[in-house]
């Protein structure tokens, strides 16, 4: 049985760069899942950041969807795969709906929010079936102020939900606090 690592923690907190230094640890043969879209310079800046650090022999995949195939596809000889990040996944996934958020009525946004749940387990299985490490980095959302718009609220809503579901299956959890970690499972 594979390993999960879920590591969480606010925007500039350590969470990438911990995950990094975890699956360096691993050996060479890292699979990277990259999921961000470059949709805007800020996340085209921030994507060339992830591949300037991120070493050039590991094998980059980026995806967001559809990931179990695309990790039974990378697989082989890897010493572990890292996820990088789970909150901008689930925004591309929960964007993919085109759906007017603001007026959505709660039976659609469940069903969404269980499309997603539906990818996540996905991961969730592939971790189970494979020996090696999955790293997944994600945000911890929602200890601050609650966003004004309905769209981000129901964001943060589901987004906990999403987490609350990966660190059920985690066998190892970290909280990064100010470039500092903390094992709290």
């Not at 050996?27 to 800046?45: H, R, W």
């Not at 990790?71 to 996820?83: G, H, T």
């Not at 929602?142 to 718009?149: K, N, R, V």
Request: hydrophobic share 50%.
């Amino acid at each position: 049985m594979g390993n999960l690592i879920l590591i969480t923690g606010g925007a500039r907190s350590g969470k990438s760069a911990y995950a990094e230094s975890l699956a360096s640890a691993t050996g060479n043969d890292v699979l990277y899942i990259a999921t961000a879209l470059p949709i805007d310079n800020e996340m085209e800046a921030r994507i060339a950041m992830h591949r300037e650090r991120r070493p050039s022999y590991w094998r980059t995949i980026e995806a967001y969807r559809d990931l179990d195939i695309a990790i039974a596809e990378n697989i082989a000889s890897k010493s572990a795969v890292l996820l990088d990040c789970v909150t901008v996944m689930l925004n591309n996934l929960l964007f993919d709906a085109a759906v007017d958020w603001e007026t959505a009525n709660f039976e659609l946004i469940a069903g969404i929010e269980n499309e997603a749940r539906a990818e996540f387990q996905k991961i969730i299985d592939c971790a189970a079936a494979y020996n090696i490490p999955f790293i997944l980095v994600t945000n911890e959302l929602g200890m601050g102020l609650m966003p004004q718009s309905r769209l981000s609220r129901m964001f943060v809503d589901i987004h906990g939900r999403m987490n609350q579901m990966l660190a059920t299956a985690a066998q190892e959890v970290y909280l990064c606090v100010s470039g500092i970690k903390v094992k709290i499972k």
